[in-house]
């Protein structure tokens, strides 16, 4: 059931083939109940074109472009990063991966993976 | 240049029971958690803040993903703009946290405007987790042209 969380290891693996400086790493909220996982990652500028999800085999990869500059205005200061988002995730195998749908809201993406039926905890009423 | 944390000098000594009170020092050393004593410092929340500037307008942004615009303030006062807020994240019922990253609760920053602006027509929107702020510039200081007459 960690596998979700195994990612750590993983996404070193996978940062270091990419450019580390081309993208951030999106903050994430990862929960877990009977019915699956729920995972909520912050990509400030990015809305639903921007986003990028992909599953192969037992990875799931989330990659947000941002939005591209729209003030035509000189940068005094700046603290954001212009670069785009990018994480990789390796799955539960009790993940329906047919299942996983996505919501973007306000910067914040909104993953769902739910369990195959067959692993939801079932209650089995006992016959007197 | 990187910033260490302060040794305490090992003093010249020879003597073994003191290399092991020195010893066991270090290993204490080494379990107090960095964050005691600090963790204030990473339970806040600053969100990042742009400043841009056109001939009209400044323009402040800041990135605040997931937020309610209800739970977002923005006031000014004496030419500096003040961005504060909380954000609420839902707890989970009956859920298990694997991770938790993203910060939950109040947060302020305030930027010091390079010069005065016209308070009664400062617009901010919200999207896409930006909040982008317009200020006009005051017309006193806006960037004037004068013509010059060359007898």
Known sequence: MEEIMNAVAQ?????????????????????????????????????????????EGNEITIIGHRQPEALKAETMYRESRMADYRRVFEIDPAIDS??????????????????????????????? | MTITRWQRPILSTIDP??????????????????????????????????????????????????????????????????????RKLHEAEGARAHRSERFSGQFQRSVALPTAVASDKVTASYRDGILTITLPKAEEAKPKQIEVSVK
Request: aromatic share 8%; no cysteine.
């Open chain 2, 17 to 86: 029971f003191e290399q092991l009170l020195n010893f066991r020092e270090e290993m204490n050393r080494l379990f107090e958690s960095p964050m005691e004593g600090s963790s204030q410092a990473f339970n806040t929340w600053a969100p990042a803040i742009d400043l841009f500037e056109d001939k009209d307008n400044f323009f402040v942004r800041a990135e605040l993903p997931g937020m309610k615009k209800e739970d977002i303030d923005v006031s000014l006062h004496e030419g500096t703009l003040l961005v504060s807020g909380e």
């Open chain 1, 11 to 55: 996404q070193e693996k996978q940062m270091g083939n990419v450019s580390r400086i081309n993208f951030v790493s999106p903050e994430v909220d990862i929960y877990e109940n009977k019915d699956g996982y729920i995972l909520e990652a912050e990509m400030p500028g990015v809305n639903k074109e921007g986003l990028e999800v992909t599953l």
């Open chain 1, 98 to 128: 047919k299942k996983i749908s996505a919501k973007m809201e306000q910067g914040v993406l909104t993953l769902v993976l739910p369990k195959t039926e067959q692993v939801k905890p079932r209650k089995i009423s006992v016959a007197d």
